[in-house]
Protein backbone atom coordinates (compact mmCIF):
# COMPACT_ATOMS: atom_id res chain seq x y z
CA UNK A 1 0.00 0.00 0.00
CA UNK A 2 1.81 3.14 -0.81
CA UNK A 3 0.21 6.82 0.88
CA UNK A 4 1.29 10.30 -0.90
CA UNK A 5 0.29 13.48 0.58
CA UNK A 6 1.04 16.41 -0.69
CA UNK A 7 1.28 20.19 0.38
CA UNK A 8 3.13 23.57 -0.34
CA UNK A 9 -0.18 25.35 -2.54
CA UNK A 10 -0.65 29.34 -1.97
CA UNK A 11 -2.08 31.77 -3.46
CA UNK A 12 1.06 33.48 -5.25
CA UNK A 13 1.63 36.61 -7.23
CA UNK A 14 3.32 36.19 -11.07
CA UNK A 15 6.94 35.49 -10.88
CA UNK A 16 6.65 34.54 -7.75
CA UNK A 17 8.00 30.76 -6.41
CA UNK A 18 6.27 27.88 -4.59
CA UNK A 19 7.37 24.47 -3.13
CA UNK A 20 5.29 21.63 -2.97
CA UNK A 21 6.27 18.55 -1.41
CA UNK A 22 4.82 15.17 -1.34
CA UNK A 23 5.41 12.96 1.20
CA UNK A 24 5.30 9.16 0.27
CA UNK A 25 5.16 6.00 2.20
CA UNK A 26 5.05 2.49 1.29
CA UNK A 27 7.11 -0.63 -0.23
CA UNK A 28 8.99 -0.55 -3.14
CA UNK A 29 9.24 3.72 -3.53
CA UNK A 30 12.73 3.51 -3.64
CA UNK A 31 12.92 1.82 -6.83
CA UNK A 32 9.50 3.56 -8.50
CA UNK A 33 9.42 7.14 -10.53
CA UNK A 34 7.83 9.80 -8.84
CA UNK A 35 5.32 11.93 -10.50
CA UNK A 36 3.94 15.19 -10.05
CA UNK A 37 0.48 16.11 -12.50
CA UNK A 38 -1.65 19.45 -12.49
CA UNK A 39 -5.07 19.87 -13.70
CA UNK A 40 -6.58 23.38 -14.23
CA UNK A 41 -10.61 23.29 -14.62
CA UNK A 42 -12.10 22.87 -17.47
CA UNK A 43 -9.25 20.75 -18.50
CA UNK A 44 -7.61 17.41 -18.76
CA UNK A 45 -4.78 16.33 -15.62
CA UNK A 46 -1.50 16.84 -17.22
CA UNK A 47 2.07 15.32 -16.17
CA UNK A 48 4.59 17.89 -15.03
CA UNK A 49 7.36 16.29 -13.98
CA UNK A 50 9.11 12.97 -13.16
CA UNK A 51 11.47 11.79 -11.18
CA UNK A 52 13.19 8.18 -11.77
CA UNK A 53 14.63 6.19 -8.68
CA UNK A 54 18.11 7.31 -10.48
CA UNK A 55 17.59 10.57 -10.05
CA UNK A 56 16.88 11.82 -13.65
CA UNK A 57 14.19 13.84 -13.86
CA UNK A 58 11.47 14.87 -16.55
CA UNK A 59 9.91 17.89 -17.37
CA UNK A 60 6.69 19.18 -19.54
CA UNK A 61 7.85 21.53 -21.94
CA UNK A 62 5.49 24.37 -20.52
CA UNK A 63 7.34 24.38 -17.19
CA UNK A 64 11.01 23.40 -18.19
CA UNK A 65 13.87 26.25 -16.80
CA UNK A 66 11.40 27.31 -14.14
CA UNK A 67 9.92 24.00 -12.37
CA UNK A 68 12.60 21.47 -10.81
CA UNK A 69 11.70 17.89 -9.24
CA UNK A 70 13.72 16.42 -6.24
CA UNK A 71 13.70 13.85 -3.71
CA UNK A 72 15.15 13.29 -0.52
CA UNK A 73 15.47 9.15 0.34
CA UNK A 74 16.05 10.17 3.99
CA UNK A 75 12.66 11.88 4.30
CA UNK A 76 10.89 9.86 1.74
CA UNK A 77 9.49 13.12 0.23
CA UNK A 78 9.78 14.43 -3.81
CA UNK A 79 9.68 18.14 -4.20
CA UNK A 80 8.64 20.52 -6.98
CA UNK A 81 10.25 24.32 -6.63
CA UNK A 82 8.30 26.61 -8.74
CA UNK A 83 9.79 29.40 -9.77
CA UNK A 84 8.72 32.50 -12.39
CA UNK A 85 5.48 31.23 -11.97
CA UNK A 86 2.28 32.14 -14.42
CA UNK A 87 -1.11 32.55 -13.96
CA UNK A 88 -1.73 29.54 -16.47
CA UNK A 89 0.24 27.48 -13.99
CA UNK A 90 -3.39 27.20 -11.42
CA UNK A 91 -4.04 24.04 -11.06
CA UNK A 92 -4.78 21.92 -8.28
CA UNK A 93 -1.40 19.75 -8.48
CA UNK A 94 -1.33 15.33 -7.54
CA UNK A 95 1.51 13.40 -6.61
CA UNK A 96 1.45 9.97 -8.41
CA UNK A 97 3.08 6.74 -8.09
CA UNK A 98 2.74 4.23 -11.09
CA UNK A 99 3.23 0.74 -10.13
CA UNK A 100 1.73 -1.16 -12.95
CA UNK A 101 0.10 -4.20 -11.57
CA UNK A 102 0.83 -3.47 -8.15
CA UNK A 103 -1.43 -0.12 -8.26
CA UNK A 104 -1.64 3.32 -9.37
CA UNK A 105 -1.24 6.00 -6.31
CA UNK A 106 -2.45 9.49 -6.00
CA UNK A 107 -2.25 12.05 -3.03
CA UNK A 108 -5.43 14.31 -3.02
CA UNK A 109 -3.63 17.24 -4.28
CA UNK A 110 -2.75 20.84 -3.08
CA UNK A 111 -4.17 24.01 -5.01
CA UNK A 112 -1.32 26.09 -6.64
CA UNK A 113 -3.39 29.35 -7.69
CA UNK A 114 -1.57 32.27 -9.69
CA UNK A 115 -2.91 35.50 -9.72
CA UNK A 116 -2.37 39.54 -8.77
Known amino acids: QVQLVESGGDLVQPGGSLRLSCLASGSLLDITPINWYRQAPGKQRELVAS???????AYNEDVKGRFTISRDYTKNVVYLQMNNLKPEDTAVYYC??????????WGQGTQVTVSS
Open 51 to 57: IAASNNP
Open 96 to 105: NVWMGSRGDY
